[in-house]
Each structure stands twice: as structure tokens, then as C-alpha cells.
């Protein structure tokens, strides 16, 4: 089964950048929402951003909003999460997903059927 495939995490500094992108494993058909969900050691598995794919509206968590941008490219079914300004508190492993069915969950990882691996992002103080 076609699967999101994520690139792009590391370490970093508290206050730099890192740009997260997901694509798919093989080709598929397009998605209605392409999400960005993180999870930290001992917490639960959170909301970052989400983007629906006809229109491009997007959708942040409080969290992060203003300092990330989430962005797709429709040619080859990509999405990115650019994170700026990192925090300590941002460290987590950031997991991309599709939703290849309508939903109004696009903040809620039941709202996804396709996950990825996850990519891990660590930022030191």
C-alpha cells in the first residue's frame, strides 16, 4: 500500500529553522488532506498543520502557528512544513499524513488513513 514518506528532520539549535517534507511512496491518487501530526516521549500524539489539497487552505495548532508554514505541490502529491524558531519544546517525531477519504477531521489523526514513519526533530537549548 502507498504510504507518505517523510525527509528532513535532525537537530537543531533553539531558534533555527527546519524544513520537513513528505511525498509518497508510489504513486497514488490525490488526497483531501495532507496533515503534519508530532508526538514527544510520554505525550500523546498532537495536531501540527494541515493543508486541503484543492483549495490549499490551511489549518495550524496554537502551538506553532506563526512560526510554520505548511505548503503542497500538486505535481508530485508533496507536502512540507517549513518550522521556524524552534523550541525545545518542539522536539517530537513528526509524522506526515494523507487523508484519502472526505473528513471534517483534519485536525484529528482519525480524520487520516496513510501515515508515515515519522521523521524525528531535535532541539537542543
Known amino acids: 500500500q502507498v504510504h507518505p514518506v517523510e525527509s528532513g528532520g535532525g537537530l537543531v539549535q533553539a531558534g533555527e529553522s527546519l524544513r520537513l517534507s513528505c511525498t509518497p511512496s508510489g504513486p497514488t491518487f490525490s488526497p483531501y488532506f495532507m496533515g503534519w501530526f508530532r508526538q514527544a516521549p510520554g505525550k500523546e500524539r498532537e495536531f501540527v498543520a494541515a493543508?486541503?489539497?484543492?483549495?490549499?487552505?490551511?489549518y495550524y495548532a496554537e502551538a506553532v502557528k506563526g512560526r510554520s508554514t505548511i505548503s503542497r505541490v500538486k505535481a508530485n502529491i508533496s507536502v512540507s512544513l517549513q518550522l521556524n524558531s524552534l523550541k525545545p519544546e518542539d522536539t517530537a517525531v513528526y509524522s506526515c499524513a494523507f487523508a484519502t477519504k472526505p473528513t471534517h477531521y483534519y485536525h484529528h489523526h482519525e480524520g487520516y488513513d496513510l501515515w508515515g514513519q515519522g521523521t524525528q526533530v531535535t532541539v537542543s537549548s
Open positions: 493543508i486541503s489539497w484543492s483549495g490549499g487552505d490551511t
